[in-house]
């Protein structure tokens, strides 16, 4: 949990942005998917692990790269999905824009159980999305049911919050056997960043979409340099062995993602360059 704080406490406002509310839609297939952003931000190069002088001089002159912190709602022919819930601090108002209340979000997908996942789930330790089915990780509920910090502490309390309406799953495999959760919706597991981070496929018709979560934080220097990790990975060494089976993966399969951490517009393709990867933001 000291990590996630590092994150938190290293998040500064970039340059010509500000916690104003951003949305913006990708349609795949017969879906809607929306970026609902909380904010548009810079991390400070501080938290980069194994980044060199050269990397940041080329990537990062400024000692900072951009970076957000976004959950994304999907909206299908008759259902109405989150896949994360933010910090909390603008969740309900980005629904609001599109004209959907928290009642009438269905399932909600948690890719894993940090506070700027899961902090919009509940508020003043009341339910904010009270019909809504909640699906985790079975690896990542269990790590942070052993978790004594304050982290563990608000896992189980949203856990506990939302007990009749849990569902825990095994992720599958990127390339191998990987079940729907939901109708149009496979779990894949991306583990490193936390013990149970979890990637959800979204498939409708011949079209995809794969919100990878947490696997990057700072698109500026780990696309180029994937081999970069993050203080806040549990596992820096299998965060980045992750990365880079993912990358090579959506490049090759020309698999459109989505972060929760990919500065505005949050959604993009992925080609090979060089020994590392280019980014190009959806329009």
């Known amino acids: 949990m000291k990590t996630l704080k590092l994150f938190l406490m290293g998040l500064l406002m970039a340059p010509g942005l500000s916690l104003a509310q951003n949305t913006f839609t990708h349609k795949v297939g017969t879906c809607d998917v929306y970026l609902l952003s909380e904010a548009q931000q810079g991390v400070s190069t501080k938290l980069l692990i194994g980044a060199t002088p050269e990397m940041l001089k080329t990537y990062a002159p400024g000692g900072t790269v951009p970076n957000s912190m976004s959950a994304y709602m999907v909206r299908?022919?008759?259902?109405?999905?989150?896949?994360d819930a933010g910090m909390g601090s603008k969740i309900t108002d980005n629904l609001a824009a599109l004209n959907v209340t928290p009642e009438q979000v269905n399932d909600i997908l948690i890719t894993h159980m940090h506070s700027d996942h899961i902090g919009g789930l509940l508020r003043r330790g009341e339910l904010v999305f009270p019909k809504a089915q909640v699906y985790i990780a079975q690896p990542e509920a269990d790590y942070w049911n052993q978790d004594q910090s304050r982290g563990g502490e608000n896992a189980r309390r949203v856990m506990e919050a939302y007990k009749e309406r849990l569902h825990f799953f095994q992720p599958g495999q990127l390339e191998g056997t990987a079940h729907e959760v939901i109708p149009g919706f496979k779990s894949i597991a991306a583990y490193g960043h936390t013990p149970g981070h979890t990637m959800f496929m979204l498939t409708s018709g011949d079209q995809q979409l794969l919100f990878w979560g947490d696997l990057?934080?700072?698109m500026a220097i780990?696309?180029?340099?994937?081999?970069?990790?993050?203080?806040y990975d549990?596992?820096?060494?299998?965060a980045i062995t992750i990365r880079k089976v993912v990358l090579e993966y959506v490049a090759k399969n020309n698999i459109p993602v989505a972060g929760m951490h990919i500065a505005f517009p949050g959604m993009g393709t992925i080609k090979n360059a060089n020994?590392?990867?280019?980014?190009?933001?959806?329009?």
Do not use: W
């Open 222 to 231: 780990q696309m180029p340099c994937p081999q970069v990790a993050l203080t």
């Open 275 to 283: 020994k590392g990867y280019t980014f190009t933001p959806m329009k």
């Open 234 to 238: 549990s596992n820096p060494e299998q």
């Open 216 to 218: 990057t934080h700072a």
């Open 76 to 83: 299908t022919p008759d259902r109405i999905i989150l896949v």
